[in-house]
């Protein structure tokens, strides 16, 4: 079966610009969760989707963050406007129940740089 | 926080078993224990977790002990492509605590 997808995978922008991620889960997987690495720092939880509907988005820095799952697949992720402390890896997951008897499967992530 | 810790890192040679260590003292009872991997400038990977038994997969065993304080994760013959930063996590099946928590990891350097 094809993995999780992000697009794109690297993303250079300007502060205070628009990027909008894109994560394609593992088909049939209604739980997509958002992770990032900002530099230097852990991997920090985002937000959790089950289908289209928020099941937890405790973990979104700002309102400058916007998921969306219209329709339960695909989701993105729009940063707007951006900011310099934004930079750093935006890792996208699945799995098909919320607990998972094997965990999450990971996209490679984006790498998003503000400058 | 992580409600896990891990040495910063450690190494093995090639071929020979790689034991990562992992406390988590105040882990309850509905929590299991995870180990994922991210090997550089991949994703994490998912490698195995248990509730209290031991478990065995293709990649790894885990070895829990019985208070279920501490695991062990080890990789039975370790390669070069095993270096990576490994993380144990523990986590509930449901609710607010179904997230994964990472932390700082180990660093484990697979030598030639």
């Known amino acids: 079966e094809a993995g999780v997808t992000q697009f794109p995978s690297h993303s250079v922008i300007e502060k205070g610009q628009t990027v909008t991620l894109r994560c394609d889960p593992i088909s049939g997987h209604d739980n997509l969760y958002w992770y990032r690495r900002v530099m230097g720092k852990e991997i920090k939880f985002l937000l959790h989707f089950v289908k289209e509907s928020k099941q937890d988005e405790s973990g979104m820095p700002n309102n400058r963050f916007l998921a969306e799952r219209t329709g339960g697949t695909y989701s993105t992720l729009k940063v707007q406007p951006a900011e310099l402390e934004d930079s750093g890896v935006y890792f996208c997951a699945s799995s098909l129940r919320q607990g998972g008897t094997y965990g999450y499967t990971f996209g490679s992530g984006t790498r998003l740089t503000v400058v | 926080d992580a409600k896990t810790t891990q040495p910063p890192s450690m190494d093995c040679a090639e071929g020979r078993a790689a034991n990562l260590p992992c406390n988590h003292s105040t882990i309850s009872g509905n929590e299991y224990v995870y180990w994922y991997r991210q090997i550089h400038s991949q994703g994490p990977q998912y490698i195995i977790h248990?509730?209290?038994n031991n478990e065995t997969n293709e990649m790894a065993s885990l070895i829990i002990t019985e208070d279920r304080k501490s695991s062990t994760l080890i990789l039975p013959h370790a390669t070069l492509r095993d270096t990576a930063v490994y993380y144990c996590i523990v986590r509930s099946h449901t609710g607010a605590n179904s997230k994964l928590t990472f932390g700082k990891g180990i660093t484990l350097s697979v030598r030639p």
């Open positions: 248990g509730l209290k």
